[in-house]
């Protein structure tokens, strides 16, 4: 047998001695690195993917009141409206220089608690909602008539309802699902959206006008928009922010987005300082559980070891012996670490997905994770060290002696 595989036998028997301890180490390295990973990989993704949803889009004009509000209701379809605004203030900024898009946008209804989202056909025709891609309808379907009661359903919505083009179906009053809020009109799905992996898959987009002059509907609703969705050339929303944020108390422009979306995941930093505690306080236990486990060990084995020297292995060997054993508990921990990250990541991911229609990517590689994993190795062989010494030093002629 060769030298290398005597150590890996004996640091492998020295694991499974103390297999329960040897597991419950890994675990809380697993749990620790996992926690570490998935805290600042899951917000880095998110707030990539978030802003990266913005559809195409530079700003949103709404009600005088929060931009964020305004961003997560018109861009993302989270909260309720901050207000409506006069129709005419959507033929104003659509047609003011700079604006090189101009789209309304209604709400108020659902379908089962998707939401109906009123707007002009011409978003789906001429829109670039990525860079060079505009929207695309799955085959067989067709774009809404702006006179029509047709809906173009969003793909996550389609998927998770059944819903195919032909089918009929009734509004309900209000962003979330009430039985007795049922409309009288009938939608007829003449589209289903291709999909983005944005928010718009998780809407069902119908005429403007389907919103604005819906049974039950306040007359003033017949003149408003709820929000404007603008894209902009060169530097017009230095101009636009002073007008309306700086100048006006009628509306409020929310531009940049991707500024705003920023300033919102700064304000989950504490609850990521949290997350990231926790995981150093597991992994400081689990180099405890490694530095007990190898005492014990080491204790119960120096008659072992003894023995080895006495039989021509060297003191470094021996070390080596420790140290491997450490190191097998934290590559399992390691191991473990990307299994908890892909757990917390694909729960994290299906969350968004459900609430939002964002689709993060999980499993995009980075160096974080060459980084995390070289950490806990190395954090293990320290914790390794001190029992490593200890087995340096047996004294071979007191531990060869017979015990009484």
Same mark, same amino acid.
């Given at each position: 047998m060769s030298s290398i595989q005597a150590l890996f036998a004996l640091c492998t028997r020295g694991v499974r001695q103390y297999a329960f301890s040897s597991l419950v180490a890994s675990l809380a390295i697993a749990m620790s690195g996992g926690l570490f990973l998935g805290t600042w990989k899951i917000k880095e993704g998110a707030q990539n993917a978030f802003t990266l949803s913005s559809s195409g889009f530079d700003a949103v004009l709404g009600a005088r009141g929060s931009k964020l509000q305004l961003i997560l209701n018109a861009i993302f379809h989270l909260e309720a409206s901050p207000g409506n605004l006069e129709w005419e203030q959507y033929e104003i900024i659509k047609n003011t220089p700079g604006v090189k898009e101009a789209y309304p946008l209604a709400v108020g209804d659902n379908f089962m608690g998707y939401r109906l989202v009123g707007t002009e056909p011409s978003l789906f025709d001429e829109h670039e909602w990525k860079k060079?891609?505009? +929207?695309?309808?799955? /085959? @067989?379907?067709?774009?809404?008539?702006?006179? $029509?009661?047709e809906a173009l359903v969003g793909n996550f919505v389609a998927n998770k309802l059944g819903l195919k083009v032909g089918d009929r179906f009734q509004p309900y009053h209000g962003l979330t699902f009430r039985e007795e809020s049922k409309h009288d009109?009938? +939608?007829?799905?003449?589209?289903?959206?291709?999909?983005? @992996?944005?928010?718009?898959d998780k809407v069902i987009w119908v005429p403007i006008k389907g919103i604005q002059f819906m049974e039950g509907h306040a007359s003033e609703y017949s003149t408003s928009v709820s929000a404007?969705?603008? /894209?902009?050339r060169g530097a017009a929303g230095f101009a636009l922010e002073m007008k309306y944020n700086k100048q006006g108390n009628q509306a409020t422009f929310a531009w940049p987005i991707a500024a705003t979306l920023a300033e919102f995941f700064d304000r989950l930093t504490w609850f990521e300082k949290v997350l990231e505690w926790i995981a150093y306080l597991v992994?400081?236990?689990?180099? *405890?559980?490694? *530095?007990?486990?190898?005492?014990n060990s080491m204790n119960e084995r120096k008659r072992e070891f003894a023995i080895l020297r006495s039989l021509g292995a060297s003191r470094y060997f021996i070390t080596n012996v420790v140290l491997g054993q450490s190191l097998l508990i934290s590559l399992v921990g390691a191991l473990g670490s990307f299994l908890v990250y892909l757990i917390m990541s694909g729960v994290a991911s299906h969350f968004i997905r459900e609430q939002t229609g964002v689709l993060l990517d999980p499993f995009s590689f980075d160096l974080t994770f060459v980084y995390v994993f070289l950490v806990i190795v190395l954090l293990g062989l320290i914790s390794g060290i001190p029992? $490593?010494?200890m087995a340096y030093r047996v004294d071979i002629s007191k531990n060869l002696r017979p015990s009484s």
């Open positions: 060079g891609v505009k +929207y695309q309808i799955e /085959k @067989g379907g067709r774009l809404f008539s702006s006179n $029509a009661k009109e009938v +939608y007829v799905i003449v589209g289903i959206l291709s999909a983005t @992996g944005t928010p718009a404007v969705l603008v /894209k902009l992994g400081s236990v689990a180099c *405890l559980i490694i *530095l007990s486990v190898l005492r029992p $490593a010494w």
